[in-house]
Every structure is written in C-alpha cells, then in structure tokens.
C-alpha cells in the first residue's frame, strides 16, 4: 500500500509529466488536477488491494496446500490475479 505522502507525489510527477507533454493542455488549476489524480490512484489501488485478497483466498482454499514464495504458487498468483483483473476490466 502506498503512503498518502507517496499518492501525493506520485500526483505531482504525473501533473509535471503531462504539463510538460507537447499538445497537452491542463484547463484547470492544479489542485483540482491533483485532487482528480489522487482521486483515481487510491482507486486503482484499492481494486489491486481486493484483487490481491481474492487471489490470496483462492490460492488458500486449495485442497493441497501451496507454500507462498514458492515458484508455483508466484505462478498461480500472477495467473490467478491477471484472470480476476480481466473480469473487472470489461471494455
């Protein structure tokens, strides 16, 4: 989990990157642009959060257990969290 120190720069080198990008224009004031940014990351990172927890579960309620760290259980874990991120992402 980030900090909220981390979110808030994280916020101002995203509004630094796209002030400085060619044919970007930001149309209104920074702390509107930064609210919206932080707004939008503590989002993104409370879906990854409850996406780690289901992964987690299901990989717990296998029948034979899978010990965390090792090179399976990495393997499901990434299978497992790009199959619940696909479910949520649907465009």
Do not use: N
């Not at 702390?31 to 992964?55: F, G, T």
């Amino acid at each position: 989990m980030l900090t909220e120190d981390k979110i808030s720069h994280l916020s101002h080198v995203i509004l630094t990157t796209i002030k400085k990008a060619t044919g970007a224009k930001v149309k209104r004031d920074d702390e509107q642009v930064l609210k919206e940014i932080k707004r939008v990351l503590a989002a993104e990172l409370a879906q990854e959060q409850d996406i780690d927890r289901k992964v987690r579960a299901k990989l717990a309620s296998y029948s034979r257990g899978i010990v965390e760290g090792s090179a399976e259980w990495d393997v499901l874990y990434r299978k497992t969290f790009e199959e619940e991120t696909r479910k949520r992402v649907k465009l």
